[in-house]
């Protein structure tokens, strides 16, 4: 199955997972054999709370849903009940409210509506480059039973370690640091040319679209390329365009 196939039916079925779509839909009636193609692919489904885009938030999702604590359960709720397997995770990635009681009181509603784990961002939705509040998440994890997984200003490995060691989360997660580095967890330091000519090859398998492989490399060649010449890479709008610009600039691509 492409990437983009198995984008689209897993699109879907989150969507009817968690009951965002009519019920009584006529193919509903093929949701068993519909979640048992999805499970196949993915071993859990994230319910992303935390998204504090202006966009995501004026559609009704991300960081809007956490004035709705009642309705992130009941999606919660409504998605273990069509999966009961507990291996199958179910979870939810939220931010801060700046009352950290009401951030307490979504987790307790969350963990009680069957959630396997909650990934707390350190942040509020207003907030952007402030640094993450990573007392409030340990405060989170002190009165939780589920997991508790630390997110927010995480951008190197030790930066991992050490959030974790703050917090005394189950994890960390990470997002920016990992798009501008995804060897980060190897211990590299900045993105190794052998994670861009990988890249390069799952790409070209796959056959992904420009958009995707272009977004990726300007995120992981970020600290390899001088100003000018991110501002040359930024514009291209071909694969063949950037595989001539790495060839020239970084190394030979047969």
């Not at 951030?103 to 961002?121: D, F, K, M, N, P």
């Not at 927010?152 to 930066?159: K, L, N, R, T």
């Not at 974790?164 to 997660?173: F, H, I, L, N, P």
């Amino acid at each position: 199955m492409s990437l983009w196939n198995l984008q689209r039916l897993l699109n879907s079925f989150i969507g009817r997972l968690f009951g965002e779509e009519n019920m009584n839909n006529n193919n509903w009636h093929r949701s068993g054999n519909f979640r048992t193609e999805c499970i196949r692919y993915c071993s859990g489904v994230d319910l992303n709370c935390g998204c504090p885009k202006r966009d995501v938030m004026r559609g009704g999702c991300g960081s809007s849903l956490l004035s709705k604590p009642e309705r992130i359960a009941d999606m919660i709720a409504h998605a273990r009940r069509r999966i009961a397997d507990t291996q199958f995770t179910i979870s939810v990635k939220i931010r801060l409210n700046s009352d950290i009681r009401r951030t307490v009181e979504l987790c307790r509603q969350v963990e009680s509506a069957g959630a396997s784990y909650i990934c707390v961002h350190g942040r509020t939705p207003t907030q952007r480059s402030e640094p993450a509040n990573h007392e409030a998440i340990a405060l989170v994890k002190s009165v939780m039973r589920i997991p508790i997984i630390a997110n927010g200003a995480i951008g190197s490995y030790q930066e991992a370690l050490q959030v974790a060691k703050r917090t005394q989360t189950d994890g960390v997660m990470v997002a920016n640091g990992l798009l501008d580095n995804p060897a980060m967890f190897a211990g590299h330091h900045s993105t190794p040319m052998q994670c861009v000519l990988d890249w390069l090859r799952i790409t070209a398998e796959q056959g992904s679209a420009f958009d995707l492989f272009h977004q990726q490399l300007i995120f992981m060649l970020r600290s390899t390329l001088t100003s000018p010449q991110r501002t040359l890479f930024n514009e291209l709008t071909s694969r063949a365009a950037v595989v001539d610009f790495l060839n020239y600039h970084l190394f030979d691509i047969e």
